[in-house]
């Protein structure tokens, strides 16, 4: 496998008419799509991919993770969303933690078994099939493909094989093994090696048959508590039991006639946001795309709709978050003014995660429906445990809670962390007497570029007129928070130009440049699905109303997107 993973293949748009998906992998994109033709809808498909996921891409993504999705009806035009991230165990308090030595400045090591969360993927999948389903497949159709790829076995992709030895290997240096349900004789897969997980495809089964109650009590529930109670952990059936998804309003602001909506706290959806408003006070086209002023007024915006959402955002029902008031705020042009002041903003905690730990996938059918998905473990197969038989891996969400407790996302019992996971939709703004009309389904994952990517690919379809694979294929930049520095360090893709990177310096900012091969994986992994070709320069948009669907999927990952 070549190190540098050089990006030297062209990659057109899929263009179809009948329905589309696009996902990191493309066995997964096979298996959604087959769902499509077999009479499921966009919901539908999207769960049988976000299962064949959690087959093909295990280390990213599983039963063990936690999820977020946003539906378009294309009947209605009404856009609903599930909040589908899990709680801490009831006893993990601040209080308990200081008890057993840890403090804000010495938490608990990420992989330990008190950063599990309670599984809200899971729950999140029967949900969407139940919620916004076609009803004309069962939930156990649905997993069908999954299942298969699980028990008759598949060739690990590309950058999926080298996550998964590097992954391995971290847990090995803090002396974790992953379980053998992951492993082939010991060892994670190599590319084109044949990995099969047939206690995967047992639960998977059992989940078909028996929904929630599979994976919330009985078998798999037990497996779960025993393996975090022999690390350590205070994860019990009740945390279990208790869990449900929920049932949410996404939130949306308008850019220069579109909409683009996301889910709202404990997500950082409200941070793409509070980007989009404050880069709308700027000339962005007449910048010229990835030029000094373009990438100097984002990495100031991201640093200051960053600091908001840190500072602002954590479980809605510990803390009353002022969504509107910080929207209004982002608007204002004396707020937009201080971008062009080099102003520096702390974020003191909590550490702002890197990395593509995430899978995103989206569907659009026939109907007009859409489905935008997110599916994550945390850190790459989350703290290492994996269940006794069951296949799959736990996440390490807790993580990410602060051990301030004057924090809004300090840890509690019974809490939702802050939460990195967003899929988002675009659609035109909808007048009173008509409903919205749906743009795109997208969505950038890696933990605090996606609020960035986000907008990073929006703004190359409204702002510069590229198609969906050309927004994808285009070098991104990511804004990242070193807090032992205390600084903010602006990380550029290769294909930036070198000059553009010296500008920058002048200017005062930290740049690593160029980032490369493998380490792209911090700029995240994407996915987009447009409702006609609304984002070329040519079009009116205002009577363009095509069906043809344009699809993109990330070249930093091994996925690909698929029409009929």
């Excluded at 869990?243 to 996404?250: A, C, G, K, Y």
């Excluded at 967003?422 to 009173?432: F, G, R």
């Excluded at 928070?481 to 990177?501: F, S, T, Y």
């Amino acid at each position: 496998m070549d190190s540098d993973l050089g990006f030297s293949s062209r990659r057109s748009p899929i263009v179809c008419l009948h329905g589309c998906v696009a996902s990191s992998q493309q066995l997964a994109s096979t298996v959604g799509l087959d769902v499509l033709k077999r009479g499921g809808n966009a919901a539908d498909a999207a769960v049988a991919i976000a299962a064949a996921l959690a087959v093909t891409e295990p280390g990213s993504t599983g039963l063990g993770g936690d999820a977020f999705c946003l539906f378009f009806n294309g009947n209605t035009g009404e856009i609903r969303g599930i909040n589908g991230s899990g709680r801490t165990p009831k006893r993990l308090t601040l209080d308990f933690l200081k008890d057993r030595g840890y403090s804000a400045e010495a938490p608990p090591p990420e992989t330990d078994a008190l950063n599990v969360t309670v599984p809200g993927a899971p729950a999140c999948w029967c949900d969407t099939v139940q919620l916004f389903g076609s009803h004309k497949l069962s939930f156990q159709e649905v997993l069908t493909g999954a299942v298969e790829l699980a028990e008759v076995g598949f060739p690990v992709a590309e950058v999926t094989a080298h996550f998964w030895a590097q992954s391995v290997a971290e847990l090995r240096d803090a002396g974790k093994e992953l379980g053998g349900d992951l492993l082939i004789d010991g060892h994670p897969p190599k590319h084109g090696e044949v990995f099969r997980n047939p206690f995967l495809a047992q639960t998977l089964k059992e989940f078909g048959e028996r929904g929630k109650k599979a994976i919330y009590q009985g078998r798999v529930a037990q497996a779960i508590v025993d393996i975090i109670a022999q690390h350590g952990g205070v994860m019990t059936l009740d945390d279990l039991s208790s869990h449900d998804s929920e049932l949410v309003t996404p939130i949306s602001t308008e850019y220069k006639g579109v909409c683009l909506w996301e889910p709202p706290p404990n997500s950082q959806g409200l941070a793409a946001l509070l980007l989009l408003n404050i880069l709308e006070n700027f000339p962005l086209k007449a910048f010229g795309h990835n030029s000094p002023d373009y990438i100097h007024v984002l990495v100031e915006a991201v640093r200051l709709a960053l600091t908001d959402v840190v500072h602002y955002v954590g479980d809605p029902d510990h803390v009353t978050i002022p969504v509107q008031t910080l929207l209004d705020k982002s608007c204002s042009h004396q707020r937009a003014q201080l971008i062009s002041m080099d102003r520096a903003m702390e974020v003191v905690e909590p550490a702002l995660p890197t990395g593509s730990d995430t899978v995103y996938f989206c569907v659009v059918d026939s109907e007009g429906n859409a489905c935008s998905f997110v599916n994550s473990t945390y850190d790459c197969f989350g703290c290492g445990l994996v269940p006794k038989d069951c296949g799959f891996s736990l996440q390490n969400r807790g993580a990410f809670f602060s051990l301030h407790h004057n924090s809004v996302n300090c840890v509690a019992g019974a809490k939702r962390p802050f939460h990195t996971i967003i899929p988002a939709l675009v659609t035109d703004c909808a007048t009173d007497s008509q409903k919205p009309r749906l743009l795109a389904s997208l969505g950038v994952m890696g933990g605090m570029m996606q609020s960035q990517g986000h907008i990073q690919v929006l703004l190359n379809l409204l702002e510069f007129g590229m198609n969906p694979q050309q927004a994808l294929d285009s070098p991104r930049v990511f804004v990242q928070h070193d807090r032992k520095k205390n600084q903010w360090l602006v990380n550029l893709e290769e294909g930036i130009k070198p000059e553009v990177a010296e500008a920058l310096r002048r200017r005062g900012h930290k740049v690593n440049w160029p980032v490369t091969g493998h380490k792209r994986s911090q700029f995240g992994r994407g996915q987009i699905i447009t409702v006609g070709d609304w984002w070329n320069p040519s079009v009116n948009h205002k009577s363009h109303a095509t069906k043809v669907l344009w699809a993109g999927s990330d070249p930093r990952s091994d996925g690909c997107a698929l029409g009929y």
